[in-house]
């Protein structure tokens, strides 16, 4: 199975940028789609992007399309999220999830295995 652990969360202000990292552990990892999800006080879970387990497929919501970037290096077992251009309504605890699909779903019901995520809080 997959444990996973976010890092990298904290207060920047609006225009700054952060990586957010996913360590994880379990043999599965690798065989694995990646996602990560973000959710504010009062929203709902809101997907961000995925990558596919060897790298080659991403996909991207809309809302951060342009800015956020998705990655992953399966020796070091590890995905990131490198955020650009940070907003005040990017404000969420970000979670990092595996999902055990050789695609790139953006459904979090796709996703068993969970972070327990990292806060990121952008001031204006």
């Known amino acids: 199975q997959v444990q996973l652990v976010e890092s990298g969360g904290g207060l920047v202000q609006a225009g700054d940028s952060l990586r957010l990292s996913c360590a994880a552990s379990?043999?599965?990892?690798?065989?694995?789609?990646m996602g990560w999800f973000r959710q504010a006080p009062g929203k709902e879970r809101e997907f961000l992007a995925v990558?596919?387990?060897?790298?080659?497929?991403?996909n991207y919501a809309d809302s951060v399309k342009g800015r956020f970037t998705i990655s992953r290096d399966n020796a070091k077992r590890t995905v990131y999220l490198q955020m650009n251009s940070l907003k005040p309504e990017d404000t969420a605890v970000y979670y990092c999830?595996?999902?055990?699909?050789?695609?790139?779903?953006?459904?979090?019901?796709?996703?068993?295995?969970w972070g327990q995520g990292t806060q990121v809080t952008v001031s204006s």
């Open positions: 990558v596919s387990w060897n790298g080659r497929s991403t």
């Open positions: 379990g043999r599965t990892f690798n065989t694995a789609a």
């Open positions: 999830a595996a999902s055990e699909s050789l695609l790139v779903p953006t459904i979090s019901g796709r996703y068993p295995y």
